[in-house]
DNA sequence: TTTGATACTTACAAAAATGTGGGTACTTCC
DNA sequence: GGAAGTACCCACATTTTTGTAAGTATCAAA
């Protein structure tokens, strides 16, 4: 009975930990956020994601889609036209990953006047 | 009225993206997720968080220090004697973070799967 | 007619994260 | 007496991440 069986993010050896990189990523997180929005062109979710290029988001993007979290749609017309979602199980994880950005936020008062100290 | 004033993680200037870095970052979400159980020494947070190294681990330590999420408590002893627990505050953090892993441990099979296809 | 928008890809370079091995000062266990 | 445990720090090297700039094909607006 191989570790793997019971999925565990501080066993170094299962797979979770990938995936959870991939959602924590700097960009995987406030890509999530922002398609709780509904669905969104990728010139769109640059934009409204403040400082990301395009590689980075491009790369985000495919690795939440490797995982099934976000679906993308493209349509063959010039000029190009794709539109990215997510998916069932892309809306719970941004639920949670939305939690916590939201706790941070509230927060960041206290925090940042802890950091001053 | 600078855009500081109200939190948002999609802002690229806001110091909200900085704290989020630290959560999210690869060790600050399993030593969250760690400290769930409790005051731990730093040995035994080493062991608990597989992979994770000396270095990595104090770095980590240090930045939820910082951000006010984590107590670290020093006993002037030899050989070394030190405490970490989570602040109030980093339990309301680690609750979120928590509810995110145990997420997608939950839907490991369903990503793997996906994974594959 | 030049510019900008679209959704990327690729090569290259820079920056950040991470690992490695060593050292510390003492104690206890074998 | 030698080894291991404690909680680190430091310098160095490597790895990973991230950014930058250019290129692609086509259309529409100025």
Redesign the pocket.
């Known amino acids: 009975m191989p570790d793997d069986l019971i999925p565990d993010v501080l066993n170094d050896r299962c797979p979770s930990r990938m995936v959870l990189?991939h959602v924590t990523?700097?960009?995987g997180v406030l890509v999530l956020i922002a398609l709780q929005d509904g669905t969104m062109?990728?010139?769109?979710l640059r934009r409204r994601i403040g400082?990301?290029?395009?590689?980075?988001l491009?790369q985000s993007?495919r690795l939440l889609e490797e995982d099934g979290l976000v679906l993308?749609t493209?349509h063959p017309v010039?000029?190009?036209?794709?539109e990215y979602d997510l998916t069932p199980l892309g809306v719970e994880v941004a639920e949670k990953v939305h939690a916590l950005a939201a706790c941070i936020e509230g927060n960041l008062g206290q925090i940042m006047a802890h950091r001053t100290e």
Chains 1, 2 share one sequence.
Do not use: K
């Open positions: 990189n990523s700097r960009w062109r990728f010139s769109a400082g990301v290029s395009e590689r980075m491009t993007l993308r493209a010039v000029p190009p036209h794709v």
